[in-house]
């Protein structure tokens, strides 16, 4: 019996564009999307959980790159090891958005879908305004996170 080609690695963008400093997953991610073309898919989503869950199906190595609100200096960002321990309960569940990237991540581990190495990017925010784009700080942040990525990704894809 012979086992298919893996998938890809994956990085997720998640976020809302038109909602300030919640877009900055997405804009991460938007920064990746040439740099790692071929090598790693690169998805932008708007944090519905059952399309983070399919988008992880399969896979063996996953970033995901989300704003949070947990009361640290916007334009902070922390880096996880998901799928070493669950991830931190920090102010909104360290997403902007209903269900929670936490969550997702915590029903795909359930469902044994978590990829085994899962990154989360979370990116501190602090301006969500219809309308507006990312402040300058969170802007700055999805730079360091792209750049940091892209950087980790060239060594493992060597």
Known sequence: MSIGPQP?????????????????????????RDALAGAVEVVELDGEATAVLARLEGRS?????????????PGSF?????????????GSDLSTHGFGLAAAVE???TL??????????????????VGSGPSAAV???????????RAELKQILA
């Not at 190595?61 to 200096?73: K, M, Q, R, W």
């Not at 802007?139 to 990525?149: G, H, K």
């Open 78 to 90: 922390r880096r996880f090891a998901a799928h070493e321990a669950p991830l931190p309960q920090l």
């Open 139 to 149: 802007a700055e942040a999805a730079r360091q996170v792209a750049a940091e990525i």
């Open 61 to 73: 190595l996953a970033y995901l790159i989300d704003a949070c609100v947990s009361g640290a200096e």
């Open 112 to 129: 044994g879908l978590l990829p085994a190495r899962t990154f989360v990017y979370a990116i501190e925010g602090a301006r969500f305004d």
């Open 107 to 109: 029903l795909a581990r």
């Open 8 to 32: 890809r690695p994956i990085v997720i963008g998640i976020g809302n564009t038109e909602r300030g400093d919640d877009g900055a997953g997405r804009l991460a991610a938007s920064l990746l």
